[in-house]
């Protein structure tokens, strides 16, 4: 079945390091792939999107890449800050009669980011 | 603002009393979806709504029920409620159900069932 999967959190960065969350899916057809943060009690915000092979979605600094050969969306960012501490969830959609349009989620990667 | 608003924030309750948690969204979107958050599980969905008076169950459809007649508003109705729905829940809202449409959340329901 489709399936995203992320890496283990915590991650723990100093301020200004560099950033990479993992993100691999598994999915027939075509999905979109979306990077969506929660904040301490807050919903789910967009960060970022892509909807086909090899497109970048950016948003705040962060950016990931839709890599269909190696089925991966890693999030990335040049240099994190404090404020950017939260819970990151990669997740996917499918389109077509035959889906219900739900995103199927990644287990979510805590990122805590400290002055 | 476009925004997908749900009430309560938070509620404890005790097993058995009805409750709904209500979703409006302002953005004249057609498709609407429930889900649930738990620890070491993500997100999963509930029921969803592809339009006025079209729902269907999500993967954990069991003790819930919605309702869609009005095009803003989807709530989420618990008959009875048990232990086991403990969970912060999200409504959701986009366009419609494409691939590349991304989905709008609320700030979520905490539900406390003792």
């Known amino acids: 079945g489709n399936s995203v999967t992320q890496m283990e959190g915590p991650v723990t960065l100093s301020e200004e390091a560099f950033l990479t969350i993992n993100c691999t899916y598994t999915a027939t057809g075509y999905p979109s792939l979306f990077w969506y943060v929660q904040y301490p009690g807050e919903g789910l915000q967009l960060l970022l999107k892509a909807t086909k092979a090899d497109d970048k979605g950016s948003n705040k600094g962060f950016e990931a890449t839709y890599r269909k050969e190696t089925t991966s969306f890693h999030l990335e960012k040049g240099s994190v800050q404090v404020s950017d501490s939260a819970v990151y969830f990669c997740?996917?959609?499918?389109?077509?009669?035959?889906?219900?349009?739900?995103?199927?989620f990644g287990q979510g990667t805590t990122l805590q980011v400290k002055p | 603002e476009a925004q997908v608003t749900q009430n309560p924030r938070y509620l404890i309750t005790v097993t058995g009393k009805k409750l709904t948690v209500t979703c409006s969204q302002n953005m004249n979107h057609e498709y609407m979806s429930w889900y649930r958050q738990d620890p070491g599980l993500g997100l999963r969905q509930i029921y969803y709504s592809m339009n006025v008076e079209v729902t269907d169950k999500g993967d954990v459809p069991e003790g819930y029920k919605v309702s869609r007649k009005e095009k803003r508003n989807f709530p989420l109705i618990l008959e009875s409620p048990s232990p086991n729905q403990t969970s912060l829940y999200f409504c959701?809202?986009?366009?419609?159900?494409?691939?590349?449409?991304?989905?709008?959340f609320g700030d979520g329901t905490r539900l406390s069932i003792l």
């Open positions: 997740a996917l959609r499918k389109g077509g009669s035959s889906n219900t349009g739900k995103l199927i």
């Open positions: 959701a809202s986009s366009l419609d159900r494409g691939a590349n449409q991304p989905q709008h």
